[in-house]
Structure formats: structure tokens, C-alpha cells
């Protein structure tokens, strides 16, 4: 995933890692029992909040404890994150700056919570581009992952994905937007009572997702908030998996396996779309004929069917799958 793109004044475009992030891991900065547990949890992605999983009070130290659990490593193969406290909020400068100054070479993003507009994730680019400077980092390395928590948010949301090449991720916060359309519910992760045919949902995850995949972004899904109801994650989580979403958040262990095993692609499928790409490859070639569109087994193979298997086979690679069949042309 890469991009062109310079922010007035922000990072210029570094080609940005293909982070596989299935199971994104929710830990209270706080606490280091937590931030010491996560290393040994098979997640794709661990992501220290700053915001609302810790108090007031307990913020300064959070800080404190997230530079010393990411200087201190052992996260190794997962995408190491910090989520700080929004723009309205007197906390996100010095957020941003203790703990990129604190611990910048050994993290990987930001997440920004509560994005409405594209300004507020161009003034976090400016933010770590000065810390960066400042302190002889990598200029543009540290990504940036922007969730969407409210409508306003939503309705911005093709400028936010848009607003920087740092920016990675797309993310939908159900609890927070659930709060700023007045919707009749407080239950998070489940369809609101009374709402007994469809998704209510639905708009708000594709608005999401379009914008991410018109910028070349991950769409990442919120939490689900029954933590030992797994059945009900794993479903919850399969749909937005069947739209193209990436990956959700586990706010428990009991969820990561579950998060892990939906989103990536099932076996057969990702051996499937390995062999149309060697098939598609080889009969489009001079030695294989140089046909458009061919059969494979059972199935007419085009270059419709290489793009759609290209999705799939990214999938199964960032999440470490390997192929169990090879494609061997003709005789």
C-alpha cells in the first residue's frame, strides 16, 4: 500500500507496510498487567489507549507505562499502536508527544479517535512531523489510524482517508456514533431493539469502507462489547468480514481466535485464488498462449476473475497462510 500524495507542510509519502490486521487488540495504557499480557496473545495489531479505556486522572501515567512496554519490545510480528485522546480534549499534544518522543523507533501508528474532519488528522501529520524532525526520526513512518465516531465524521469521511499518506486505517467507533445519531440502544456490537429487518449498520460500514478502499486504506470494524458471548462476535464479525472489511477489535482474548479465523480467507479459497493467478499468468503469456480468458477445472478464468483473486490471495498472505496446491501448465 503506498501513496503519492504530501500534506501542506506534513510528511511526504513513504511507502507504507501491508499490515495484516485481523484482530486488533484494545489495552489499557494504564495498566501493565495488560500491556505485559498482550505480547503473548496471537493478534495482528495491540493498541495502547490513552482515551477512553483510562481515567482522567490515570492519564499522565499511562503515557509513562506505554513508552516503557514499547521500549521494553517483545511485539515483535504485531502492528504496535497508541490510541491518544481526540483533538477537543486538553491531552492529545502531549499525548502525541511523550510517547513518540518517548518511544517513536519502536512504534508503528497513532490512532486518532473522534475524526470529523480532514483538518484534525492533517494537524496530527504536522505533530509527528516535527517530533520526527526534532529527533532525527523517519520522517513519514509512523502511520495514522483514523476512526469514525460520530456523523459528522461520517460525512467527511472520504477527506479523512484522503487527508494524509500517513494514514493507514479507517475505523468504525460503534459506541461513540451510536451516541451522536440518538440511536434508540445501548448495546454495542448488536442491531438496536426494534430493528427487526436488515442491518442498521449497513450504511455506516460501506460509507466506511468505500472511503477506505478509494484511498487504498484498511476498513476496520469497532468492538463488541459481550466480551464471553464469542458465537455473537464471530457472527457480528462475519458480516462486516463478507462486505471486505479487514479486521475488528477484541477487547478479550476469548475474541481473537474468532477474529483471526474470519478474516482471513478459507482455506480452499486462498489456495483457489493462488492458482487462477499462476493460470491467469501463464495463459496470458506467449508460452501459454496468450488467451483472455481460459479454463480452469470447472471455471472460465478472465481478468475479472485476477482481480478478485488478487483480494484474496493478499488476504491469506499478510496472515502468514501458505498454499497447499500448485498450479502446473500443460503439457
Same mark, same amino acid.
Given at each position: 500500500m503506498t501513496s503519492t500524495s504530501v500534506t501542506s507542510g506534513g510528511a511526504a509519502a513513504v511507502a507504507r507496510p501491508g499490515r495484516s490486521r485481523r484482530s486488533n487488540l484494545a489495552v489499557p495504557g494504564s495498566s501493565p498487567k495488560m500491556l505485559d499480557k498482550a505480547r503473548g496473545l496471537p493478534v495482528d495489531q495491540v493498541f495502547m489507549d490513552i482515551e477512553d479505556a483510562v481515567a482522567p486522572i490515570a492519564k499522565p501515567e499511562a503515557r509513562t507505562h506505554i513508552v516503557a512496554a514499547l521500549n521494553e519490545g517483545g511485539y515483535e510480528g504485531k502492528v504496535r499502536t497508541v490510541r491518544v485522546n481526540d483533538w477537543t480534549t486538553q491531552w492529545t499534544y502531549a499525548d502525541v508527544v511523550e510517547v513518540v518522543e518517548g518511544a &517513536?523507533?519502536?512504534? =508503528?501508528?497513532?490512532?486518532?479517535?473522534?475524526? @470529523?474532519?480532514?483538518?484534525? $488528522?492533517?494537524?496530527?501529520?504536522?505533530?509527528?512531523? @516535527?517530533?520526527?524532525?526534532?529527533?532525527?526520526? +523517519?520522517?513519514?513512518?509512523?502511520?495514522? *489510524?483514523?476512526?469514525?465516531?460520530?456523523? !459528522?465524521?461520517?460525512?467527511? $469521511?472520504?477527506?479523512?482517508?484522503?487527508?494524509?499518506?500517513?494514514?493507514?486505517?479507517?475505523?468504525? &467507533?460503534?459506541?461513540?456514533?451510536?451516541?451522536?445519531?440518538?440511536?434508540?440502544?445501548? $448495546? $454495542?456490537? *448488536?442491531?438496536?431493539? &426494534?430493528? =427487526?429487518?436488515?442491518?442498521?449498520?449497513?450504511?455506516?460500514? !460501506?460509507?466506511?469502507?468505500?472511503? #477506505?478502499? #478509494?484511498? =487504498?486504506?484498511?476498513?476496520? =470494524? &469497532?468492538?463488541?462489547?459481550?466480551?464471553?458471548?464469542? +458465537?455473537?462476535y464471530r457472527r457480528v464479525a462475519s458480516r462486516s468480514a463478507a462486505l471486505g472489511f479487514d479486521g475488528k477489535w477484541v477487547l478479550h482474548p476469548g475474541q481473537v481466535d474468532a477474529a483471526n479465523e474470519v478474516y482471513s480467507p478459507r482455506q480452499e479459497d486462498y489456495d483457489q485464488a493462488e492458482l487462477i493467478l499462476d493460470a491467469y499468468a501463464y495463459f496470458t503469456s506467449a508460452e501459454g498462449g496468450a488467451k483472455g480468458a481460459v479454463m480452469l477445472g470447472d471455471e472460465m478464468i478472465d481478468e475479472a476473475s485476477r482481480k478478485m483473486a488478487i483480494v484474496i490471495a493478499a488476504k491469506g498472505r499478510a496472515a502468514g497462510m501458505s498454499r497447499t496446491q500448485t498450479f502446473t501448465p500443460p503439457a
Amino acid at each position: 500500500m503506498t501513496s503519492t500524495s504530501v500534506t501542506s507542510g506534513g510528511a511526504a509519502a513513504v511507502a507504507r507496510p501491508g499490515r495484516s490486521r485481523r484482530s486488533n487488540l484494545a489495552v489499557p495504557g494504564s495498566s501493565p498487567k495488560m500491556l505485559d499480557k498482550a505480547r503473548g496473545l496471537p493478534v495482528d495489531q495491540v493498541f495502547m489507549d490513552i482515551e477512553d479505556a483510562v481515567a482522567p486522572i490515570a492519564k499522565p501515567e499511562a503515557r509513562t507505562h506505554i513508552v516503557a512496554a514499547l521500549n521494553e519490545g517483545g511485539y515483535e510480528g504485531k502492528v504496535r499502536t497508541v490510541r491518544v485522546n481526540d483533538w477537543t480534549t486538553q491531552w492529545t499534544y502531549a499525548d502525541v508527544v511523550e510517547v513518540v518522543e518517548g518511544a &517513536g523507533p519502536n512504534l =508503528d501508528c497513532i490512532m486518532l479517535p473522534k475524526v @470529523q474532519t480532514a483538518d484534525q $488528522v492533517i494537524a496530527l501529520d504536522l505533530l509527528l512531523t @516535527q517530533i520526527e524532525k526534532s529527533n532525527g526520526f +523517519e520522517v513519514g513512518r509512523i502511520g495514522i *489510524e483514523a476512526q469514525i465516531e460520530n456523523a !459528522m465524521g461520517l460525512i467527511n $469521511v472520504d477527506a479523512i482517508a484522503a487527508a494524509s499518506p500517513r494514514v493507514e486505517t479507517i475505523i468504525f &467507533g460503534p459506541a461513540d456514533f451510536m451516541a451522536s445519531i440518538n440511536m434508540k440502544s445501548l $448495546v $454495542v456490537g *448488536e442491531q438496536p431493539p &426494534g430493528y =427487526d429487518v436488515g442491518d442498521a449498520y449497513h450504511y455506516i460500514l !460501506m460509507r466506511i469502507l468505500m472511503a #477506505a478502499r #478509494a484511498h =487504498d486504506k484498511l476498513a476496520i =470494524d &469497532g468492538p463488541y462489547l459481550a466480551i464471553k458471548d464469542v +458465537e455473537g462476535y464471530r457472527r457480528v464479525a462475519s458480516r462486516s468480514a463478507a462486505l471486505g472489511f479487514d479486521g475488528k477489535w477484541v477487547l478479550h482474548p476469548g475474541q481473537v481466535d474468532a477474529a483471526n479465523e474470519v478474516y482471513s480467507p478459507r482455506q480452499e479459497d486462498y489456495d483457489q485464488a493462488e492458482l487462477i493467478l499462476d493460470a491467469y499468468a501463464y495463459f496470458t503469456s506467449a508460452e501459454g498462449g496468450a488467451k483472455g480468458a481460459v479454463m480452469l477445472g470447472d471455471e472460465m478464468i478472465d481478468e475479472a476473475s485476477r482481480k478478485m483473486a488478487i483480494v484474496i490471495a493478499a488476504k491469506g498472505r499478510a496472515a502468514g497462510m501458505s498454499r497447499t496446491q500448485t498450479f502446473t501448465p500443460p503439457a
